[in-house]
């Protein structure tokens, strides 16, 4: 998209706005990576937003003209993005995941977890246990990997579990609003400590996983997340450590793990020197996102509790 810059005391169309937005980020101290990577898509989503317009309009949308007021709220939106640091997902109040569009507040942090990806893959070639019955999504914030899940695998029964009741009181809004609401579980526990005697065929969870020295150099937009939703102790691991301890318990025979650690993957390796994790890749970014099967938990069991 491009369009002739304006000549008037504001942008008049789409594509000026967009200019306009693109150059102002562009030139600010604004750290992305709450959706998107550059200053011309965070514009994008902004002005488009906005504008009441879908996230993949073509450039036919470039002349449209944008009205006083739209223009007045997306300069208020700028402003807040500029000089506040808040994430633009907080801003607008809905973020994007795996194609579906989710309430978002700083009740839990913004989706953008690879695992979106996993989800529309089927989690092939990782699983390879039978059509998937029952899915946990561990640790759920605003709900955003189970109730894709649910979306896309009509007959499968998602939990959603998260200690946080703020969270999860989001995740049960989402859940409404997808009409998803009797097909998942909201459930207030800590790890797994409230799934007693429940078994799935997969479980899914985006962890607190950021160590102390990341949490203290993080920019100031993730300031504006819930901590108890990022840090995890001194090296990332701690709630992670207790998830593959207790994983293997709630899992079928054919039952798969998948769990993000981002940049603490290599204090994984680290900490569990003796087990093979597999590390997928993604076709659209992302890292640090492990697979281990069911009989591979077991396997490596006395490292989990050693």
């Not at 879908?54 to 993005?81: F, K, N, Y």
């Not at 989800?119 to 914030?141: A, I, K, T």
Request: include cysteine; hydrophobic fraction near 45%; charged fraction near 20%.
């Amino acid at each position: 998209m491009s369009d002739d810059a304006t000549t008037t005391n504001r942008p008049a169309t789409i594509g000026q706005a967009l200019d306009y937005c693109s150059a102002r980020l562009q030139d600010s101290a604004a750290c992305f990576g709450h959706g998107t990577d550059n200053p011309w898509d965070e514009a994008v989503q902004l002005v488009l937003a906005v504008a009441d317009l879908p996230l993949d309009a073509d450039d036919g949308v470039l002349p449209h003209p944008l009205d006083a007021a739209a223009w007045a709220r997306i300069e208020s939106l700028l402003e807040q993005r500029i000089e506040d640091h808040v994430p633009l997902p907080y801003l607008l109040g809905r973020a994007w995941f795996a194609g579906l569009q989710f309430a978002c507040d700083p009740r839990a942090i913004i989706p953008r977890s690879p695992i979106a990806e996993l989800v529309l893959n089927d989690f092939q070639p990782w699983y390879s246990g039978p059509p998937l019955r029952r899915v946990l999504d561990l640790c759920c914030g605003g709900g955003c990997i189970g109730l894709a899940v649910a979306h896309y695998y009509p007959d499968v029964e998602v939990d959603l579990v998260d200690i946080d009741a703020a969270a999860l009181q989001l995740a049960r809004e989402n859940a409404a609003a997808l009409g998803l609401a009797s097909r998942v579980n909201v459930i207030e526990s800590d790890l797994f400590a409230a799934l007693a005697g429940r078994r799935y065929d997969l479980i899914v969870s985006n962890p607190p996983y950021v160590d102390r020295e990341d949490l203290a150099a993080l920019p100031a937009e993730y300031l504006h997340e819930p901590a108890l939703a990022l840090g995890s102790g001194s090296d990332g691991l701690d709630l992670t450590r207790r998830l593959l301890a207790a994983a293997a318990d709630h899992l079928e025979e054919t039952g798969l793990l998948v769990v993000e650690v981002g940049n603490s993957w290599p204090a994984l390796e680290q900490a569990y020197p003796k087990v093979a994790f597999t590390w997928l890749e993604f076709e659209h970014g992302g890292h640090g996102v492990f697979a281990l099967s069911a009989r591979e938990l077991q396997d490596y069991d006395a490292s989990w509790r050693g």
